[in-house]
């Protein structure tokens, strides 16, 4: 594959595209543009809800990205959500009320869109005091149709927790998860990242023998599937999580070592 070249980049941004002061380099910035300057699109395919990819729009100006692990497509040039794939309120009950009974020290958040809704004892993370997020009961939280439903256990191990909520969700939604802690994040029935890029692959008349994407986590597995199955190539960083390494085609340097401008920069 010496002489190949992608026609559509797609990346993962955390631990990915991102450094960990969360920042991209000036050299990634740079390799980004001379793809552009040929004329292949770049995606960013995240976990990430909408509301958290306002600051990136500095180094991504235009252009389509998946969110929510492929829930929505969101304008970045216009900031605006293109489509949603959401979970109904009767999907939403019926998971947390398995969850809950199986697991009480179970908590939830929803995301919809460009706000989040968790329930008082959830920690969030990171943007607890942000605008658009809210707490709110259980049952408040599942009367609307939500991109992506999240479920945290602070005492269980995440590979524990993750397998109890696969086991209870079955055919559901689709379960996934991009941190080390006990977070699962649930999405609509084949919903992945996969399937967001494919959609904007399409739009491109771009097949995933012609893409090449960037990941680091569990939820980066489907894309990387979908793109090695047909030809592509999945790239996994050096400090990638092993079942994302037994999915990968090739491997690069890490996130802060530049890891996505090199490969880009060897094709």
């Keep these: 594959m010496s002489d190949w070249r992608p026609r559509l980049i797609a990346s993962d941004m955390d631990g990915t595209l991102l450094r960990s002061d969360d920042t991209v380099s000036d050299a990634t910035v740079a390799e980004l543009q001379r793809w552009a300057d040929d004329g292949v699109p770049f995606v960013l395919a995240t976990g990430r809800p909408p509301r958290w990819m306002r600051r990136i729009r500095e180094v991504v100006r235009s252009g389509t990205a998946v969110c929510c692990n492929g829930a929505v497509l969101l304008d970045l040039g216009r900031f605006e959500i293109l489509t949603e794939e959401a979970l109904p309120p009767a999907v939403l009950a019926e998971i947390t009320a398995g969850?809950?009974?199986?697991?009480?020290?179970?908590?939830f958040a929803v995301e919809y869109g460009l706000e989040l809704r968790h329930e008082p004892v959830y920690r969030p993370r990171w943007d607890a005091d942000a605008p658009g997020v809210a707490e709110a009961s259980l049952e408040e939280m599942i009367a609307a149709p939500a991109a992506k439903l999240l479920a945290?256990?602070?005492?269980?191990?995440r590979d524990e927790f993750l397998a109890l909520v696969e086991r209870v969700v079955g055919d559901l939604a689709t379960v996934t998860n991009s941190s080390t802690?006990?977070?699962?994040?649930i999405s609509a029935p084949g919903v992945t990242k996969a399937t967001g890029i494919a959609r904007i692959a399409d739009r491109f008349g771009v097949g995933p023998g012609e893409v090449v994407v960037f990941g680091d986590m569990p939820n980066d597995i489907a894309a990387f599937d979908w793109v090695r199955e047909g030809g592509g190539r999945a790239?996994?960083?050096?400090h990638a999580h092993p079942d994302l390494l037994a999915a990968a085609t090739d491997v690069t340097g890490t996130n802060d070592d530049d890891g996505v401008a090199a490969f880009l920069a060897s094709l």
């Design 99 to 107: 969850l809950r009974a199986e697991q009480p020290g179970t908590w």
């Design 152 to 157: 945290r256990h602070e005492d269980l191990g």
């Design 181 to 185: 802690d006990a977070l699962a994040e």
């Design 235 to 238: 790239v996994a960083m050096a």
